[in-house]
């Protein structure tokens, strides 16, 4: 069974490589060995594979299968996860050729781009520079992974061409069924759901068994997963749910393994689930490609439904465990992700001993003013409108760009030493009146634990592409 992205056709149960990296900690692999053990897997019909450039040398190894088994034509999904701070044309382009080189080809069929930090726009250069390359032809499909639904909606409805967002989505964790569904379904974007076994905690392996201890006897994935676990309830309450999906088992016949990733798979906007794929390991091919045969009536998915429900939900949105706390990581961090993170903007202290932060569009240069200004522990934001250097953010739609105006708003508190928990006033001026309750519901979403004094009101403003303004003042 297939999905389509865009104009690529996959393989709805895909095979994740990131197991690579982890047992690349002990012993280096041989990409040209290594890629025979990609075979078997391809000659079951599992013909798609999700890398990334840090899964060690996943890349490599693809690329090598391609070219020792030409007959044997699969699809390679991998991903470019930069370092926070600006991104170039040229960052964007030396990215690209190298994962061509990697995997020896002259387009990539889907391209995946992670980013750290909303408040720094250099995402978006990020995403225009790569479509540019797409229409290059160097890349066939753009995909996304681990955004949450407010800046998939940014890029969507700023013209990028995105088939895909891959996400942690599973019977623990279910932050994607909701907002994050129903605005994919809106825009045709599929979700590439990883995590749907928990790092192997959703198996017969764990039911019954003592709670793990988080040490190194642990993978990655474990380590990451079983945060998951203790956010959702604890290990009790984990094993309950366990102990149901057993019995479900027994009885359609499967494993625990299988109904947990068919279950995502049949979720409303999931367009294929990645499960973990360990190198010369080829016992589970069977209970793989089962996740696409197994049925579940309409009564079975409720019981599931009603099993899970006792957990406690995972909080936020899709891909806040790598940007806010609780970090749900290995680490329980970002310190085996990234080193630091650049201020988004620029500072230039005056005369005075002001501080003026300054975001590099037009109209600061054209008008002759600051984003945002720092004097004594006050900080003032100027109205600030969806704009990107030279470009409209967000299309004409309300709610994205609003989301990118706080983005911005909190990029210049962000490089001025404060954040949005620090503002104590906004001002909101909006074109239509229509738009008002869209453009409230942004500012909630993000203000809704801060709760500054607001005012919104209906002007014409300055540019026709814009339909929203906020303004901001906060206290350090």
């Not at 949450?148 to 891959?166: C, E, F, M, W």
């Not at 962000?414 to 001002?427: E, F, I, M, N």
Request: net charge negative; with cysteine.
């Amino acid at each position: 069974m297939t999905t389509q992205l865009g104009s690529l056709e996959i393989c709805q149960v895909i095979n994740g490589l990131w197991q690579i990296a982890d047992r690349e900690r002990h012993a280096a692999l041989n990409p040209r060995e290594a890629a025979s053990s990609l075979l078997p897997y391809v000659e079951a019909g599992l013909t798609s594979f999700d890398m990334a450039d840090h899964y060690g040398s996943s890349e490599e190894i693809v690329g090598w299968f391609k070219k020792l088994y030409p007959k044997h034509p699969i699809q390679a999904l991998t991903k470019w996860v930069p370092e926070p701070g600006p991104i170039s044309k040229d960052t964007v382009r030396a990215a690209v050729q190298r994962a061509l080189k990697r995997l020896q080809s002259e387009q990539l069929d889907l391209m995946q781009f992670h980013a750290w930090s909303y408040a720094d726009p250099s995402w978006l250069d990020g995403l225009f520079f790569l479509n540019e390359l797409k229409q290059e032809g160097l890349i066939r499909e753009l995909g996304v992974t681990n955004f949450d639904t407010a800046h998939l909606r940014v890029a969507v409805k700023s013209g990028i061409p995105i088939v895909s967002n891959q996400v942690c989505f599973s019977l623990l964790d279910q932050r994607a069924a909701h907002e994050m569904t129903d605005f994919c379904l809106h825009a045709d974007v599929k979700l590439l759901a990883f995590g749907t076994l928990a790092g192997g905690f959703l198996s017969e392996r764990w039911l019954g068994k003592p709670e793990p201890v988080m040490n190194e006897s642990l993978t990655w994935s474990q380590m990451k997963y079983k945060r998951f676990i203790d956010t959702a309830g604890g290990w009790a309450e984990f094993q309950s749910v366990l102990s149901f999906l057993q019995q479900l088992a027994l009885k359609k016949q499967t494993s625990i393994a299988t109904l947990a990733s068919h279950s995502i798979l049949q979720q409303a906007a999931c367009g294929a689930v990645i499960v973990g794929t360990r190198l010369e390991k080829t016992d589970a091919l069977p209970q793989t490609k089962e996740i696409m045969d197994v049925f579940l009536s309409d009564a079975e998915k409720e019981e599931v439904s009603e099993a899970v429900s006792g957990l406690q939900k995972i909080p936020g949105d899709c891909g806040d465990e790598y940007r806010k706390p609780p970090f749900l990581t290995a680490s329980g961090d970002l310190s085996h992700h990234v080193k630091n993170f650049p201020k988004p903007y620029p500072i230039k202290t005056d005369a005075q001993h002001r501080e003026h932060a300054l975001s590099g569009t037009v109209w600061e240069d054209l008008a002759g003013f600051s984003r945002a200004i720092k004097k004594g522990n006050r900080i003032l934001i100027s109205g600030t409108t969806a704009t990107h250097g030279s470009r409209a953010i967000g299309g004409d739609d309300p709610t994205a760009q609003t989301h990118f105006v706080i983005d911005k708003i909190e990029g210049a508190l962000q490089s001025l030493g404060a954040s949005l928990a620090d503002v104590v006033r906004t001002r909101i001026f909006i074109r239509h009146v229509r738009d008002w309750e869209a453009v409230a519901r942004a500012h909630g979403a993000r203000f809704k634990d801060i709760q500054p004094a607001n005012t919104m009101v209906r002007a014409d403003l300055i540019g026709d592409e814009y339909v929203v303004e906020i303004e901001a003042e906060a206290e350090i």
